[in-house]
Nanobody, 126 residues
Framework: QVRMVESGGGPLQAGDSARLSCVAIGRSASNHASGWFRHAPGKERDFVAAISWNGDTTRYGYSMKGLFTISRHNAENTVYLDVDSPITEDTAVYYC???????????????????WGQGTQVTVSS
């Protein structure tokens, strides 16, 4: 059984920076692509960013690049999401996910991900 555990959320001021972390517990995540999604109140879940199994390639959702940076540290089984200068509209629950072993590059589709964290709340105030 794999657990994805996010941390680093909380209250932010607009223009702050923060780092969200996600550690995979129960198995090595180093051969799997990983991704971050977010779910804001009253909206559908949005793709934020994804990263290939070795960190060589990344992809970002529409208008997400520049605000978010995804990275990974396979030796620590951890994926990060750096948030730079958020605005109030970036308030959401942020989820990390681990893709199936057949996906080596990052995917935008939620169906590519087998394991999801419980989410970490990020609240941005002006």
């Amino acid at each position: 059984q794999v657990r994805m555990v996010e941390s680093g959320g909380g209250p932010l001021q607009a223009g702050d920076s923060a780092r969200l972390s996600c550690v995979a517990i129960g198995r090595s995540a180093s051969n799997h692509a990983s991704g971050w999604f977010r779910h804001a109140p009253g909206k559908e879940r949005d793709f934020v960013a994804a990263i290939s199994w070795n960190g060589d390639t990344t992809r970002y959702g529409y208008s997400m690049k520049g605000l978010f940076t995804i990275s990974r540290h396979n030796a620590e089984n951890t994926v990060y999401l750096d948030v730079d200068s958020p605005i109030t509209e970036d308030t959401a629950v942020y989820y990390c996910a681990l893709a199936g072993a057949e996906y080596k590059s990052g995917k935008m589709e939620t169906g590519a991900y087998n394991y999801w964290g419980q989410g970490t709340q990020v609240t941005v105030s002006s």
